[in-house]
Nanobody, 125 residues
Framework: VLLVESGGGSVQAGGSLRLSCAAS????????MGWFRQAPGKEREGVAFIATNGGTGYVDSVKGRFTIAQDNAKNTLYLQMNTLKPEDTAVYYC????????????????????WGQGTQVTVSS
């Protein structure tokens, strides 16, 4: 599985960014897809997930502000981030989990996920 993120950058608090993740063919159709983030000195955490049936899940801190979506025709995963806060500053990673037939049964980061290289998001106050 090949995953390549783009769309990171620097914004002021209250601004918006949209991250994209270009995936190898059929990945978004077959696997649970997720966005994780890792801030300096902190553990990587799951932010948003989407199953092959379209079901989504979010960590509490981003509910109502972030939206995960995918375009299977383009093999692309998105994360729309609105009302950004300084605490959203982190490296954001796209990931795919092939273990559960497209169901997002685990939100914990591990070597069992396939990972992109990450994209930096910086939110200034």
């Amino acid at each position: 599985v090949l995953l390549v993120e783009s769309g990171g950058g620097s914004v002021q608090a209250g601004g918006s960014l949209r991250l994209s993740c270009a995936a190898s063919e059929y990945t978004t159709m077959r696997y649970c897809m997720g966005w994780f983030r890792q801030a300096p000195g902190k553990e990587r955490e799951g932010v948003a997930f989407i199953a092959t049936n379209g079901g989504t899940g979010y960590v509490d801190s981003v509910k109502g502000r972030f939206t995960i979506a995918q375009d299977n025709a383009k093999n692309t995963l998105y994360l729309q981030m609105n009302t950004l806060k300084p605490e959203d500053t982190a490296v954001y990673y796209c990931a795919a989990d092939a273990r559960f037939g497209g169901v997002c049964s685990s939100h914990r980061p591990s070597d069992l996920w396939s990972w992109g290289q990450g994209t930096q998001v910086t939110v200034s106050s």
